[in-house]
């Protein structure tokens, strides 16, 4: 999917760290079974990307595995595998990482990869960052970190201040995607919201107010795992003084679909 958006902001690799403001509690409810973190379950997705509504989607797959046991900050975890390149937000979100379930709770330690299928890297770095809670109330706010970083454009420095949260976004009996119905289903918001300003020597311009770039709405079946996600990009500008002008277009909006085919969930 060629991002506009993540055109600007790929002006070069960078790495954003950030943790969660949550810390590590009981066990305070039933516990987390939506995403079975088990040694040989795997799942295998289908992904497709709408650049325009005109334009058929583009199509690729992924393959997510469970690996070896690995300690971080002497704490236990699952390293979690791709089979190749990850190419939807959610298994990039996984490669690589440490994932562990704390009660009713699932975290994720490493890098979060907000640029699968772009053409220029997005990693933000976080700790035991929650990604999914058993039976929590729809709206309620699991994880949420925020930053800044500044990047040389041209010579304008460019400050990029974002948050980065995950939310419980209710849950329902049953879905049916991808020819296949699923039961017990917990939903989770992972929302990046993000501002940028320019610091152009006479004054601080704001090239975009703070937004939500970047809106993945995610399905856990008990048992089973993810098996739908939903992510939308937008964006838009602000109006930019005579003479200064960033590689992308004003405003963008696109989509992203990834469907769960073939798993095995032990």
């Excluded at 409810?29 to 992904?47: C, F, K, Q, R």
């Excluded at 334009?55 to 236990?76: E, H, Q």
């Excluded at 304008?156 to 039961?183: E, I, R, W």
């Excluded at 500008?237 to 990834?258: C, D, H, M, R």
């Amino acid at each position: 999917m060629k991002s506009k958006l993540f055109l600007l902001l790929g002006l070069s690799i960078f790495t954003l760290s950030c943790s969660s403001d949550d810390s590590p509690s009981e066990d305070n409810g039933e516990p987390a079974t939506s995403l079975p973190i088990v040694s040989t379950n795997y799942w295998t997705y289908d992904v497709f990307n709408h650049e325009t509504p005109n334009i058929p989607a583009s199509f690729a797959r992924d393959s997510v595995y469970v690996g070896n046991d690995t300690l971080i900050n002497t704490i236990a975890y699952k390293k979690i595998k791709t089979l190749t390149f990850a190419n939807g937000f959610y298994s990039g979100t996984l490669k690589d990482n440490g994932l562990r379930i704390d009660g009713n709770k699932v975290r994720i330690t490493g890098s979060i990869n907000f640029s699968a299928g772009l053409p220029t890297p997005l990693l933000v770095s976080v700790s035991d960052f929650i990604i999914l809670k058993e039976n929590a109330t729809a709206g309620e706010e699991l994880s949420t970190a925020n930053g800044s970083f500044t990047q040389d454009y041209n010579g304008v420095p460019l400050t990029f201040a974002y948050v980065l949260k995950s939310v419980a976004d209710g849950s329902q009996s049953s879905l049916t995607t991808n020819n296949s119905t699923y039961s017990d289903i917990t939903k989770t918001k992972v929302i990046l919201n993000l501002k940028i300003t320019a610091n152009v020597g006479f004054a601080v311009l704001e090239v975009m107010s703070a937004q939500n770039v970047l809106v993945s709405t995610q399905y856990y079946s008990k048992n089973v795992g993810m098996v739908y996600n939903l992510n939308n990009i937008t964006y838009n500008l602000n109006a930019l003084p005579p003479g200064f002008t960033l590689p992308i277009p004003s405003s963008g909006s696109q989509t992203q679909e990834e469907f769960l085919d073939v798993y095995q969930a032990n």
